[in-house]
């Protein structure tokens, strides 16, 4: 059948009028979503506006997922009472950690047409004192113990560390002199006793030494992921132990707390929280029975703070670190905790 002008027109009108209407209906959605959002939920946490800095003695720092006008918002507790009234700062960040009172805010720039990401180094205060461009969804980010170093992770390909068609790039900042390394791969790779060279290295999960020289990542390459030691003199990595994700350095520097692919685990939640003694290699698996998609905070030498999926994005918890007790919800509605010291 030929179809005339007119029905053509007709046709053509039907069809700009069910997309405009379908475009119409998720611009509503969203907004009312967005003010849900706005809204604060009753019998959740109580949040107030406040100075929040990162040199209180005993305090801890998370970004707030609570809803209500400071959702995403820096937020600070004493960490003797995770779950008590919150105090927010009005500085919105999607990823952060803090250390001897420098901090790193990955943030997100709302465009018109795309949002973009950027990495802010914090002073004491929150204040900024430099800022970098991120080139993909902020994933990771860590300060060095001794607060002049800073690093940070974003996706660049993939959405998810759960499956393999992913990208990342990490990228290390000097505090100090704001000298910045755009992407490890710059660094040279030792992998059993051999230098490495590959086009799949992906890096991601830095976690600093107290010494402001070794760090530690997860390298993956050829399907397999490894715990490396960098250096920051040398400009090495170097492989140490595979099935490694998101290490995370205990204050001593003798363990690391990371997530571990385990064979039988749906895929997509594969992780276990175990933790490697760095002078034997062995490695003890925590009490935490459910998958964990995060790297874990060292709350002090005996316990890992870590998020798991609650009811307003993620809920904090803790487990001993030696692999005995059981996982306890510290607070509701948190995710990236530091304990700034």
């Known amino acids: 059948m030929t179809l005339t002008l007119r029905s053509r027109v007709l046709i053509l009108t039907a069809a700009l009028a069910a997309l405009t209407a379908i475009a119409l209906a998720a611009v509503v959605h969203a907004s009312a979503r967005a003010e849900r ?3 604060v939920q009753s019998g959740g946490p109580q949040v107030t506006p406040g100075p ?3 040199d209180s003695p005993g305090a801890l720092v998370f970004r707030n997922l609570a809803w209500g006008p400071h959702r995403d918002e820096l937020t600070t507790v004493p960490a003797a009472a995770p779950a008590g009234p919150r105090t927010a700062s009005g500085v919105k960040c999607l990823r952060f950690h803090a250390a001897a009172g420098t901090g790193v805010c990955l943030q997100a ?3 018109p047409v795309s949002d973009s990401y950027r990495a802010l180094v914090l002073d004491t205060r929150l204040k900024e004192r ?3 461009d991120v080139p993909g969804i902020p994933s990771r980010a860590r300060v060095s113990p001794t607060g002049h170093y800073a690093a940070w992770t974003a996706f660049v390909g993939g959405d998810s560390y759960a499956g393999t068609n992913f990208s990342t790039r990490t990228a290390l900042v000097d505090v100090r002199t704001g000298r910045l390394t755009p992407s490890l791969e710059a660094f040279r790779v030792v992998k059993d006793g051999r230098a490495y060279h590959a086009a799949d290295v992906n890096f991601w999960g830095v976690t600093f030494a107290p010494d402001d ?3 530690y990542a997860t390298l993956a390459t050829k399907g397999r992921t490894h715990l490396v030691r960098g250096d920051l003199r040398t400009r090495t990595l170097t492989t140490l132990h595979t099935n490694v994700e998101c290490p995370s ?8 707390a990371y997530k571990k692919r385990v064979p039988g685990l749906p895929e997509d939640a594969p992780w276990r929280l175990y933790v490697l003694d760095l002078t034997t290699m062995r490695e003890t698996p925590l009490a935490e029975p459910r998958s964990v998609d995060d790297q874990a905070t060292w709350k002090d030498g005996r316990t890992l703070v ?6 307003y994005g993620a809920d904090l918890y803790e487990v001993p670190a030696n692999g005995t007790g059981t996982p306890r919800r510290v607070t509701t509605a948190a995710v990236s905790p ?4």
């Open 37 to 39: 959002r706005d809204r």
């Open 52 to 54: 929040v800095t990162l």
């Open 109 to 111: 720039v709302h465009g």
């Open 130 to 132: 430099a800022r970098y």
């Open 213 to 215: 020289r070794t760090f």
């Open 249 to 256: 350095l205990s204050p001593d520097g003798s363990r690391v």
């Open 306 to 311: 870590y998020a798991l999926p609650g009811d």
């Open 338 to 341: 530091a304990y700034p010291r």
